[in-house]
């Protein structure tokens, strides 16, 4: 199943840990990373850690170290999560290989505001609703808010209006966040009580391939600061967060058309679509992630476990230039199995910059919280009452950003309720994870002293 290529695939990712579901899939496989994590040697690819000035793709690229190691290897393929114009102006001098989307093509239909025009001429069943600008914006209860300038993905920027506190704690993040940034264009759309969900795509030459639709795990204040915020994405549980038939068939209508649409413009490979839906089984899109999601690499390896192709494999050969024949409908069948596994992420929850100062390992462990063994991904699980802490676990005595990931947290079990509230077992799981991570805040003083920026 692996590619063969004449050369080497580079991940870039602020954790290693990140790019990590290929790793099997092509030959000469390693990651450039921006952080350094506990599970890294355990990864088994070789793993360069830079000194980035920022944690995103273009500043690693950037980063001395890890330009004299791609200097090393001969135009390597450069596998991202996502690329910018930044990003390309340095894959360009450098005379590297881009797999993924170029800015000028991917975009578009990243951007909030541009979506919604661009889903009316695909024909998508966009949600009613309206774009202005925030100074015209009244009060208004039963919308969703949606700042269009706000690019970051996950639910950032994003506001169910249901009350007047709802109403307040978004116009104050706007009066706050308005000082940092430009903040100028909001979609106003009717909420939808409803299943936050998404479901991923790829776009081949032989036709669009999707997966299933997934519940997504949103707003747990075990996880994250959520600050008034709404849809704050954390996870998925592919495991107790089934869909219908009739959803499966009504998601993949709308990502096909949008596919199809895409591929017009010259866009390939993989995208996500998040999705609501709704009591009667109505199946709507919010917004399209043009590039890879927080679904990977943990959904790679739920399909590998099921003896699917991945859609990993299909972005790869559709950027790495190797002639592949695609049999579309019988993957597509495949693809539809249903999926089993969840992933949740943990943060920073202290409000400042904290440092770690309790010790804890990467790895799987009991339910019980007690560690069994290394293992950093879901073919590592041996039953449901394992779970596996990994992605960028932090070492002891570093240094986290208010709301800066503490790690990913892998099960083969369901771990929310029918309300897509974490179960009590896995609040309290998360509680003692947390605690034993001893998150020390960090002085005003000891901050300026150490140049930790928050």
Known sequence: MKIQ??????GVGVTAWARSGIAGLVSNFSVVAGKAAQENSQLGFPVIVGKPKKQNTSSILRDPVVQKYLQ?????YIFVYKSTKQVEATVD????RLIGNRSGIRDAYEDKRQFRVIGKEAGLPMIEGETIKIADLKPRLGVVLQLTDYSRGGGVGTWFIKTKEDWDKFDEFVKRRGKQRQLEWVNVTRLIEGTAASITVCVT???VLTGVVQGQIIDQPELAALAGRSGVWLGHDWSGQGFSA???ERAEKIVIRLGEYMAKKGYRGIFGV???VDQDEGTWPIECNSRYTGAFPTYTWASIKNGETPLDYWHLLEFMGV???????KVQQQNRQPKSGAQILMHNLEGTSARVTGEIKAGVYSLKGEYVRQGWNLLHLQGEDEFVLTDGVPLQGQALKPAERLGRLLFNRAIVDETGRLLPEIRDLVGNLYQRFNLQRISKLERLRENIVE
């Open 5 to 10: 290529i004449d050369g080497s695939v580079v």
């Open 72 to 76: 090393l290897l001969n135009k390597p």
């Open 93 to 96: 001098k450098l005379g590297l």
């Open 205 to 207: 030459k032989y036709g």
């Open 246 to 248: 009739l959803v499966q």
């Open 274 to 276: 998040d999705l609501v």
């Open 323 to 329: 002639p592949y024949e695609l049999d579309i409908e």
